[in-house]
């Protein structure tokens, strides 16, 4: 009987410290990752623009055992500009703004629900946001020939830039997170409020992405 539990015993550590050794390997210092989804603008930007999309790259770094980690995310934001804001510049017909970004954040993981890992993410880096007002100045008709459908027609409009603006500035950002580990590839989602110190107003959004690390 002693015996038995004794390689019963035995058997559990050993099944413990291989399950706590593939954990520890699943967890890599330094990890990948890209994320798409919407971005709504918040504020004074909220007036003058559409809610967009956002596309973002990071690259995060893991200090050791603690929650804690480092990362940087170079993103992408554009926006359609309202009619009503559009309407205020005479002769302009469409216009679009961006903001791209590059950003040092630090990260905190707090206690897993279940198997799922939520974290915190905060910093701030720089904002380079550009606004352009346009105007349609012409049309022209053109005959294509393509090889494999034929001819066909098509018409070309041309867009004539009478307004933008373009400002560098620094900002902060704070939000959160939550990862989906998996074998290979983790999966999470993430929403992340944005504020540039541009002049008059800042420039306020909420990206809310989709994307997977590796």
Not at 20 to 29: D, K, N
Not at 73 to 80: E, L, N, P, Q
Not at 125 to 154: K, M
């Amino acid at each position: 009987m002693y015996r038995a539990l004794r390689k019963t015993t035995s058997l559990a550590v050993a099944i413990a410290a291989t399950s706590l050794a593939a954990h520890a390997q699943s967890v890599r210092p330094l990890s990948l990752g890209v994320a798409l989804g919407s971005s709504i603008p918040t504020g004074a930007l909220s007036s003058r623009v559409h809610n967009g999309y956002a596309v973002d790259g990071n690259a995060l770094y893991r200090l050791g055992d603690t929650p804690l980690g480092i990362r940087a995310d170079i993103a992408y934001t554009g926006y359609g500009l309202t009619q009503s804001y559009i309407g205020q510049f005479q002769g302009a017909d469409q216009g679009h703004a961006n903001v791209v970004s590059g950003t040092l954040d630090f990260t905190l993981n707090t206690p897993r629900v279940l198997r799922l890992q939520p974290y915190l993410i905060g910093g701030g880096g720089l904002y380079r946001r550009h606004i352009a007002v346009d105007r349609t100045i012409g049309a022209q008709f053109v005959s294509i020939y393509d090889p494999y459908f034929g001819f066909y027609d098509d018409i070309y409009t041309a867009q004539q830039t009478i307004h933008s603006n373009t400002q560098t500035k620094c900002g902060l950002n704070g939000g959160a997170g939550l990862l989906i580990p998996a074998a290979y590839i983790n999966v999470f989602i993430e929403a992340k409020y944005n504020s540039a110190f541009t002049h008059s107003h800042k420039t306020g959004f909420v990206p809310i992405t989709v994307g997977v690390e590796w």
